[in-house]
Structure formats: structure tokens, C-alpha cells
């Protein structure tokens, strides 16, 4: 079955600096792979996906995420945070068909010190 | 085009009662998947609905229900309410091809007291 770790809770960076959020999965064939946010009291909103092709794939609000298969791990990273990306960032990973239900990590919570 | 809608935004409801929430997918999706958020568990997958179909469904009481419309509307009920069953509630919806990707609504907020 496939699983979904987010390793870190909590990450609290400052505001201009460089953020890195850690996702590693576990399937057996090439998965499909998401990172969407959720802010407080509002659904999800999808950052960028993987499917095949580049490994490093490009997303909205300035994010940018690295499918690495050796490592079974598809990092997110932003180069300068801003105070609005304060939010909690769930990683997925799914498979090939019609019918896959993605699996969601439990979720890292990002805090932005000014 | 609309995002993904879902009515009401916020129910409180008691113990025992019953609750149907409503959710209208993205224009010519006909996936639609129920997910309940917690605290405690994270976000959990409830059912899918393709085509007015029930096509997975994940490790729940038969007190959660579902149906999908001919419009790709799709209903969720709760009946006999619990405590524990005081959640967000998010609908997600997608084509329903192979490598699509779902669009989430944001949630209805149960609160069961």
C-alpha cells in the first residue's frame, strides 16, 4: 500500500528566508505526486504535481518541488518565504488509473516569523 | 471557470441527529471524493463517486453515506451523529481520467455537540 510521510510537524522559518519541506513516499511503481496548502478553516489548493517527465517541477506562488525516485522523496522548497505562505502544506502521492484516491502526509504547519 | 462549491460552510448539529452536506463539482468533472478532516487523524478518505457510481470507498461506518446526481452533484449524510464526528468536511472533484488531479471546495465545518 502506499504511504505518505511528512517528517517535520512544525518547520518555523523567518520571513526571506529559504524553505525546504520534507515528503517521502512509499509506492512500488512511479507514483503521482502532489503538494497542495491549506489555509486556516479553508480547503485545499493544489501548489504543483508531478508526473512524469522533469524532476523538478514548477508550481504556483514561487514554489518548486524535486521528485527524487532513488531517494522515494519529493521535497518542496521556495527560495524567500513571505509571511502569507504561513499555512499547512500537505504532501500526496497517488498511481496511474482512473480510479487511484491519492494518499495524504499528516501535514506540516508552517509558521513565518516576521 | 467555478471552483469546486460546498453548502453550508458551517453546520452544529446534536448528538443523534442526522446531517446532508452538499457539494457541486467543477463544470464537466465527474469524480467526485468525500474526505473528513480531523485533528487527530488528518484527512481521511470517505468514498468517490464517478458517474452516479460508488467507485472506492474508504474504512468507514455504514453511517456515512453518499449519492451523486446525474449533474455530478454529489450529497453526503451522516445519520446518527457522534462527537467524534465533528470535522471538516472537504468535497474534491476531477475528471475522473487517469493522472488527473482533484480540486478541493473549502469544507463544510460540522460541529456535532
Known amino acids: 500500500a502506499q504511504s505518505v510521510t511528512q517528517p517535520d510537524i512544525h518547520i518555523t522559518v523567518s520571513e526571506g528566508a529559504s524553505l525546504e519541506l520534507r515528503c517521502n513516499y512509499s509506492?512500488?511503481?512511479?507514483?503521482?505526486l502532489f503538494w497542495y496548502v491549506q489555509s486556516p478553516g479553508q480547503g485545499l489548493q493544489l501548489l504543483l504535481k508531478?508526473?512524469?517527465?522533469?524532476?523538478l517541477v514548477q508550481g504556483i506562488k514561487g514554489f518548486e518541488a524535486e521528485f527524487k525516485r532513488s531517494q522515494s522523496s519529493f521535497n518542496l522548497r521556495k527560495p524567500s518565504v513571505h509571511w502569507s505562505d504561513a499555512a499547512e502544506y500537505f504532501c500526496a502521492v497517488g498511481e496511474a488509473g482512473g480510479s487511484y484516491i491519492p494518499t495524504f502526509g499528516r501535514g506540516t504547519s508552517l509558521i513565518v516569523h516576521p | 471557470k467555478a471552483g469546486v462549491t460546498q453548502t453550508p460552510r458551517y453546520l452544529i448539529k446534536t448528538r443523534g441527529q442526522q446531517v446532508t452536506l452538499s457539494c457541486s463539482p467543477i463544470?464537466?468533472?465527474?469524480?467526485v471524493s468525500w474526505y473528513q478532516q480531523t485533528p487527530g487523524q488528518g484527512l481521511q478518505f470517505l468514498f468517490e463517486?464517478?458517474?452516479?457510481?460508488?467507485?472506492n470507498k474508504g474504512n468507514f461506518p455504514g453511517r456515512f453515506s453518499g449519492r451523486q446526481f446525474s449533474n455530478s452533484r454529489s450529497e453526503m449524510n451522516v445519520s446518527t451523529l457522534e462527537l467524534g464526528d465533528s470535522a471538516l468536511y472537504l468535497c474534491a472533484s476531477r475528471t475522473g481520467g487517469a493522472g488527473d488531479t482533484q480540486y478541493f471546495g473549502p469544507g463544510t465545518r460540522l460541529t456535532v455537540l
Open positions: 508531478y508526473f512524469s517527465g522533469d524532476t
Open positions: 463544470s464537466g468533472h465527474r469524480s
Open positions: 509506492y512500488g511503481a512511479t507514483p503521482y
Open positions: 463517486y464517478f458517474s452516479e457510481t460508488q467507485r
